[in-house]
């Protein structure tokens, strides 16, 4: 699976889009990017995948670049609960078994 | 439907005890995958079963450590003669055989071991 690079650590305004970036230099063309974030204390989150389109849903929007090489998790409108750590994750997406590899993260930090 | 459903909450063990920590996944899943989070690291990868399989192991240490999903009841994470660097939160997740991309995660195990 292709490493991820992350920044470790970022703050966001309560009400604010919070725009975390990833690259993934390495990606090949069949691994999808993963969004997973974990609040204190609790199991990782499920918050979004895609491959080359950019993807939107309840929780986030997810661009990636043309190239592929880097993605930004979009929080439009971040609010206090969303302080958690946000993981990217990069692989390929098959029928078969699904081992993700968490690496260390962003932390985000939404503040009043 | 009910989320991943994974008990104790928190473990307290002595050392060279046994600890059992069990996981029902959410209804209609069939896949469950646990990994370990040492204090202030990352999630990392131990096991991953079916009903009644072993599907890959190769996170888990060679000693002390079974799992096993059986065709009835839910998922154990069996740690044997515990030692201190046991400690840590163990999460459960599962999946719905269509869905393999998305995990849904249980609220973990905390075990100490004093």
């Known amino acids: 699976d292709a490493k991820t690079t992350q920044p470790p650590s970022m703050d966001c305004a309560e009400g604010r889009a919070a725009n975390l970036p990833c690259n993934h230099s390495t990606i090949s063309g069949n691994e999808y990017v993963y969004w997973y974030r974990q609040i204190h204390s609790q199991g990782p989150q499920y918050i979004i995948h895609?491959?080359?389109n950019n993807e939107t849903n309840e929780m986030a929007s997810l661009i990636i670049t043309e190239d592929r090489k880097s993605s930004t998790l979009i929080l439009p409108h971040a609010t206090l609960r969303d302080t958690a750590v946000y993981y990217c994750?990069?692989?390929?997406?098959?029928?078969?078994?699904?081992?993700?590899?968490f690496g260390t993260g962003t932390r985000l930090l939404v503040s009043p | 439907n009910a989320g991943v459903m994974q008990n104790p909450r928190h473990l307290v063990r002595r050392r060279g005890q046994e600890a059992r920590l069990r996981c029902s996944p959410m209804?209609?899943?069939?896949?469950v995958y646990w990994y370990r989070q040492l204090p202030e690291e990352g999630l990392k990868f131990m096991v991953y079963?079916?009903?009644?399989?072993?599907?890959?192991e190769s996170g888990m240490p060679k000693e002390r450590f079974s799992a096993e999903f059986p065709k009835e009841g839910p998922s154990i994470l069996r740690i044997q003669q515990v030692v201190r660097g046991d400690s840590a939160a163990y999460f459960c997740?599962?999946?719905?055989?269509?869905?393999?991309?998305?995990?849904?995660f249980g609220s973990g195990t905390q075990l100490s071991v004093l």
């Open positions: 997740a599962s999946s719905p055989p269509t869905e393999h991309e998305k995990l849904f």
């Open positions: 895609g491959l080359k």
């Open positions: 079963l079916q009903k009644e399989n072993i599907i890959d």
């Open positions: 209804k209609g899943h069939s896949h």
């Open positions: 994750i990069v692989r390929v997406a098959e029928t078969g078994f699904q081992k993700l590899v």
